[in-house]
């Protein structure tokens, strides 16, 4: 593993498990049969005889005997304890991630004459391992092998191989592959009366202990070739997996045979299986494991895909915006406000002195009609809002395209002299690829074609014409799905071509309109990161408080996202500088019925724990929506938060499919924050705050409702626990005001 020094590095937690120790404490022990490398907050031992890896945390985590595997497309399938011979050796390094030891495994041995590599090093000055392998053919000069399904980590039953996570309540965190299709982070307990659960989970998973917090989190850090898939069986025994594979090839595709959630449209969305890497050595992607309180070990995994990948940056205050998707919709073609009212939306901002005060506002036109906001017009429009110190947005899908199913032979791709046909990718049938499929669907495009590169250029060239500094880029996804054509026939799978495309998008953008630009991803992959300033944290959210409320969608609740954001948090100030958490609505969404006030501040509030940007899709040409922008959108409590947000860190973490979550936030400062959620709606939500882990003084405090700065409670000095209610199908955001 090597690793390419970033600028943008930077660590803030110290180590999780143990106390910190310095480098004398980590230990190299031979014995006759095994080699055992240990580092204070983990250790790692290597069987000579079977080739097998065994991992102890100091949090009792366990994974034992583990095995490494590549399925070479020519010879098979190949497993490390196949080999007959086992050398490992262990050295200390010194590299642009920190200091540690380094574990080198051998596996050679076998009739296809591969050799596997397994790399593990156990830092340090880091809480994680990281782990990686590869497989060489020979000297790997002469020969070369060729796969789509390579793994650094398995635990399965025929090697007797078992992940073991302690603890009263423990679970396993099933993430989806992107956050489209408003799909669930699942957390999937043991139940005696159930059998046994099994799934997949993509990029990253963890288990932990619900009571405590305490587990393990797994994940890939290399995420320019390969997609990773973590396929996982529980055992009947509570808190015991028997079988889990951090694979490298994963290429799954919808089947609404089956749940949503469970392989329904969680998955990769693929078409065609997942490509090949070949050479005289191929390479899975760098895996990640950090055992201790896991609020803490996801913040040290969005930390170390930075250290590897980069980041975007953001100076000066966060941006705040309008959209227009919330009154007009998709395309805008039933001309609601635009474009004859259109110039009332900055006009009634205008008035809001608090939103107004930290970064000019973001007039964002959202999956427009060309036919109705020409350029010309978005461009005089642009020109009238600077006036009033504002600035507009753009929406534009770089890898998709909509069009109608029966005419897109004939069908050019703007900006370019290209038919549709000449640029999309295609499924294993070579027909192309329809992302959204309909009579009016949406093709999926080859990013690695210069027909896809003119077409980038024309999208931002539009945004120079109109001054827009703010862009919005969805439906992402498409661009990574596998095919059985490219353009590049260097880019040999999805997920190459796709950081093949945000980089040159990334490349264009900052060379076409300057490196001030704004970018947000809408529908799109979690990884890789690197290219935008913040990403949606699921799919459009309506501002209904549950999914099953009468007369709404049953999708887009403020429920849905957050018991999602529960899991994801740690994404702002790591992956992103913010996360993006879609807009509040202040009356009601396109054409679904009205909100509640209590909604209203349920959806800001879970904004704001999010560490999302702010942003607002109201139509203010009615007299209530206007009533409430100036009590919310304009509180000067709420505008000095967006202006730089932070995420709030979970005390309790969305848990099950129940729709009755209730969960609770904090965010540590001078005043601390705190959040609670109670989408429950017939029980009281009673939440314990205990001083310790708010990391509170020992002094008074004044407990102050957030939005009006009014005094609700008081903690007294030497108080160690004060308690909290919020009722049935509410929120609360307090601060604790040091009372001295």
Not at 70 to 90: F, N, T
Not at 374 to 395: C, P, V
Not at 560 to 580: E, I
């Amino acid at each position: 593993m090597k690793f390419k020094k970033r600028p943008v590095i930077s660590y803030l937690l110290p180590c999780l498990l143990l106390p910190s120790i310095n480098a004398s404490a980590q230990k190299i022990t031979k014995y006759d049969d095994s080699l055992v490398v240990s580092e204070g907050q983990a250790s790692v031992a290597v069987n000579y005889k079977t080739g097998r890896l065994n991992y102890h945390f100091g949090n009792g985590v366990v994974l034992n005997n583990t095995i490494a595997y590549v399925d070479e497309l020519s010879s098979g399938y190949l497993a490390s304890p196949a080999c007959r011979i086992h050398q490992a050796s262990a050295n200390e390094f010194d590299n642009d991630g920190g200091k540690g030891i380094r574990l080198v495994i051998r596996h050679s041995g076998n009739t296809p004459g591969i050799t596997l590599i397994q790399q593990v090093l156990l830092y340090q000055d880091h809480p994680y391992i990281l782990t990686n392998l590869s497989a060489v053919k020979g000297d790997g000069t002469d020969e070369q092998i060729e796969t789509r399904d390579i793994c650094a980590l398995a635990v399965l039953p025929q090697e007797d191989g078992k992940l073991f996570q302690p603890g009263e309540e423990p679970r396993f965190l099933d993430v989806p592959f992107d956050n489209d299709n408003w799909s669930h982070i699942l957390e999937r307990k043991w139940d005696s009366g159930k059998p046994v659960f099994t799934g997949i989970s993509y990029e990253f998973a963890s288990t932990y202990d619900n009571a405590k917090l305490s587990g393990l989190v797994m994940g890939s850090l290399s995420h320019d070739f390969w997609k990773t898939g973590i396929v996982y069986r529980a055992a009947k025994q509570s808190g015991e997996i028997d079988s889990l594979k951090i694979y490298d090839g994963a290429a799954t595709a919808d089947n609404p045979a089956l749940p949503p959630d469970y392989g329904g449209n969680d998955g990769t969305h693929d078409h065609t299986l997942h490509g090949t890497m070949k050479g005289g050595t191929v390479n899975s992607s760098i895996i990640f494991l950090c055992a201790g309180d896991v609020r803490k070990a996801f913040v040290e995994y969005g930390n170390a895909n930075v250290m590897l990948n980069g980041r975007q940056t953001w100076s000066g205050n966060a941006p705040v915006y309008w959209n227009s998707f919330g009154v007009e919709g998709v395309l805008g073609y039933e001309g609601k406000m635009m474009p004859k009212d259109l110039v009332k939306i900055p006009e009634f901002i205008q008035t809001l002195d608090n939103f107004n005060k930290y970064s000019k506002p973001v007039i964002s036109i959202d999956s427009y009609d060309q036919s109705i906001y020409t350029t010309s017009l978005l461009a005089s429009f642009g020109k009238y809002i600077e006036k009033k110190n504002q600035q507009l947005g753009f929406y534009f899908i770089p890898f998709a395209k909509w069009a109608w199913k029966n005419n897109t032979e004939n069908t050019k791709l703007e900006g370019t002299d290209y038919n549709l046909s000449d640029v999309v990718l295609r499924d294993s049938n070579n027909q192309p690829i329809w992302f959204k499929d309909g009579d009016w669907g949406c093709l999926a495009l080859d990013p690695t074609h210069p027909a896809v590169r003119q077409f980038v250029i024309y999208n931002l060239k539009q945004v120079k014409a109109i001054g827009a500094k703010f862009i919005k880029i969805d439906f992402l996804t498409a661009g990574a799905l596998e095919s059985t054509r490219r353009y590049d026939h260097n880019i040999r799978t999805g997920l190459q071509a796709y950081n093949y495309g945000m980089k040159m998008l990334k490349s264009l953008a900052d060379s076409i309109l300057g490196k001030d630009i704004f970018i947000t991803e809408a529908i799109s992959p979690m990884f890789p990161s690197q290219y935008a300033h913040t990403r949606f944290i699921s799919t459009d959210v309506y501002s209904h408080l549950r999914d099953d409320e009468p007369g709404f969608p049953h999708y887009g609740s403020t429920e849905g996202s957050l018991a999602n954001g529960s899991h994801l948090w740690w994404v702002q100030g790591t992956l992103w500088p913010y996360t993006n958490l879609d807009v509040s609505i202040m009356k009601n969404f396109e054409k679904n019925p009205d909100l509640g006030e209590k909604e209203v501040r349920a959806r800001l509030f879970a904004m704001m724990s999010m560490g999302s940007i702010l942003g607002d899709g109201s139509d203010y040409r009615d007299k209530l929506a206007a009533d409430r922008a100036k009590i919310y959108l304009d509180n000067k409590n709420i505008c000095a938060f967006f202006a730089s947000p932070k995420a709030f860190t979970p005390l309790k973490f969305a848990d099950g499919e129940t729709l009755d979550q209730q969960i609770a936030f904090y965010l540590p400062g001078t005043e601390t924050l705190l959040s609670l959620f109670n989408f429950d709606n017939k029980k009281q939500f009673d939440q314990t705050w205990r001083r310790a882990d708010l990391g509170l003084g020992d002094g008074d405090y004044v407990i102050k409702d957030f939005l009006s700065d009014e005094p609700v409670g008081r903690i007294a000095k030497g108080q160690d626990t004060f308690s909290l209610n919020v009722q049935p199908a509410d929120a609360m955001m307090v601060k604790l005001v040091p009372s001295n």
